[in-house]
């Protein structure tokens, strides 16, 4: 029998489906219905999805258990990360027209190693979602470089992005995945977010989310998302805008991180 890291992955994580299927004395109906389900969910291309949905928080949270206890903490990154997106001089992104009631959004902070010395040069991500629920160069209608960019951080650390506030919105549940959520009697809905992902050379990379306090699904996520709770934002409002202000710590990728 093989003996390598493949080998050991796989093998548990089958083993620990067997125990479920043992402990819940699965039927050979339900096993053959389970097979045909997952058949659909290829057939729809949502297996990406529905692997997501159940299995990326859970990654996220490894990853946390092993990262540096000062490190920020990951949150998912979602299927709607672009690398192509613009970098940005000001800060500003690209907004859209016909919104009536799009609240103006600045999102600043500054990036620093765990032991707090603030990182100049650091390439800082953004990208959220429409006032009705849209991502930019992913739904029809929302250019590509459409509520999304990058910056790199000051010679103090800082970075400063200019948006409009997201709102909740539902994950793609017309298809088999949406059909199984509410078989299971659960909502479809995230949170409204701001996506943040960090990189610079030598470190690990940062993914996390930015939370409205008073959003609805903050504490109820269908991906059931981390939700750091250093993330989740009182409404501050500066000049008539929403600010979300924070301090983003990354580690250096260590030497059996880099193999």
């Known amino acids: 029998m093989a003996n390598n890291r493949l080998d050991q992955v796989v093998s548990t994580i089958v083993e620990k489906v067997r125990d479920g299927v043992r402990e819940e004395k699965v039927s050979y109906e339900e096993y053959r219905a389970a097979v045909g389900y997952m058949m659909k969910v290829a057939d729809a291309g949502e297996l990406a999805l529905f692997i997501d949905l159940f299995l990326n928080a859970t990654m996220c949270r490894v990853i946390n258990e092993n990262a540096h206890s000062k490190a920020s903490l990951q949150d998912m990154e979602g299927p709607y990360f672009l690398d192509e997106s613009p970098m940005l001089e000001d ?30 040069g650091v390439l800082v991500d ?29 010679e103090n650390g800082h970075f400063r992005f200019e948006s409009t506030v997201p709102v909740p919105y539902r994950i793609k549940d017309n298809g088999p995945v949406g059909a199984m959520l509410k078989a299971m009697g659960r909502h479809s809905w995230r949170p409204a977010h701001v996506h943040i992902k960090v990189r610079h050379e030598g470190y690990r990379d940062l993914i996390t989310q930015l939370y409205f306090a008073e959003g609805e699904y903050v504490h109820d996520d269908c991906c059931e998302g981390t939700v750091p709770q250093e993330f989740v934002f009182d409404k501050v409002i500066e000049d008539g805008k929403r600010v979300l202000e924070t301090d983003l710590f990354i580690e250096k990728v260590s030497e059996k991180q880099a193999a």
């Open 91 to 120: 800060g500003k992104m690209k907004l859209m027209d016909g919104y009536e009631n799009d609240e103006p959004l600045i999102v600043r902070g500054t990036v620093r190693d765990v032991d707090g010395a603030a990182m100049p």
């Open 126 to 154: 953004m990208w959220n979602a429409t006032p009705d629920g849209k991502y930019g160069g992913i739904h029809e209608g929302v250019p590509v470089d459409h509520y999304r960019g990058k910056v790199r951080t000051d």
